[in-house]
């Protein structure tokens, strides 16, 4: 929402401040075609060489983030920390064994359908899964499982990162494009030097506008998109931490319930639930569960 708020102040203020200066559209608009597409198009084309199909796919992806915010909201937080209480609560009261079945084959888990927004998202539940399973095959040092499941976090978020770095790429690249196509609108320019200096005069506005769209794209829009993005992705990789610093707490043994106190200390601020809204959250959970 305040993207487009944004979006719409930006246009505003910019070209209402440019009217109210007792400039003409007619220049801008009769040259931001062509201008455009020498621009905006080469950026693309520069995107497109850069990049991997994967990372192309992925920015295409990410422009619903940089709108839609975070995935995960204050509830998905509970759900996490309520999910991870019960596999370990599970594994310290039945043992090893009784968690075979949920880490194996989490699609089929009593425990894992009770949150169906963290089952639908792989990683988590590959990363949840196949810590758990490192722990069932005897690796219970702490430091070795804490390191593992770092260097996991480190390429996941390194990935994630990636088109918010294309995009970032691309808006350095705008205003060297757009001086690109001034240049050429000068070229074009000195080959009508005969010309009356009113149709010289338009001729030089409209290169200009090559140089002021360059400028305007790359620090209005794609460079503060490619910010956004990259803040929708840190935030959405503090909810990958959470699992890591309860499943190594309670590696250090820890009752079920302290590891993911210590959990609840890693949340976002702003998505923190508190202690008793934690306390409550478990305590709703069925004794069957």
Not at 88 to 99: D, E, Q, R
Not at 102 to 126: G, L, N, Q, T
Not at 154 to 181: C, F, N, R, W
Not at 211 to 233: C, D, E, I, N, S
């Amino acid at each position: 929402m305040f993207q487009i708020i944004g979006i719409v102040l930006l246009f505003g203020l910019v070209f209402g401040s440019y009217l109210m200066g007792g400039g003409k559209m007619d220049v801008i608009l009769h040259a931001a075609p062509h201008e455009l597409m020498a621009i905006l198009g080469a950026g693309i084309a520069a995107f497109l060489i850069s990049n991997s199909m994967t990372v192309i796919k992925a920015t295409a992806g990410g422009f619903g983030k940089i709108f839609a915010g975070p995935k995960w909201k204050a509830s998905d937080y509970r759900d996490l920390l309520s999910l991870l209480f019960l596999l370990t609560k599970t594994m310290k009261s039945k043992g090893v064994i009784a968690l075979e079945s949920h880490i194996e084959k989490p699609h089929e888990s009593s425990i894992f359908s009770r949150y169906p927004k963290i089952s639908k998202d792989h990683f988590a539940v590959d990363f949840i899964c196949d810590t758990l399973r490192m722990m069932t095959m005897n690796l219970e040092d702490p430091h070795q499982v804490e390191d593992a499941m770092e260097k996991q976090l480190e390429k996941h978020h390194h990935e994630a990162l990636e088109p918010a770095h294309a995009l970032q790429s691309m808006a350095d690249a705008l205003p060297a494009l757009g001086i690109v196509a001034a240049v050429l609108g000068v070229i074009k320019t000195m080959g009508s030097i005969t010309e009356p200096p009113a149709v010289l005069g338009g001729m030089i506005g409209g290169a200009l506008v090559g140089t002021f769209l360059g400028v305007f794209m790359a620090y209005g829009l794609v460079g503060p998109m490619a910010a956004r993005l990259q803040a929708v992705v840190n935030e959405d990789g503090a909810f990958y931490k959470i699992i890591q610093a309860v499943l190594v707490a309670h590696l250090h043994g820890n009752a079920a319930q302290i590891s993911v106190e210590i959990g609840r200390g890693n949340v976002p601020s702003v998505h923190q639930p508190s202690f008793i809204e934690l306390e409550e959250a478990l305590t709703q959970i069925p004794n069957e569960a």
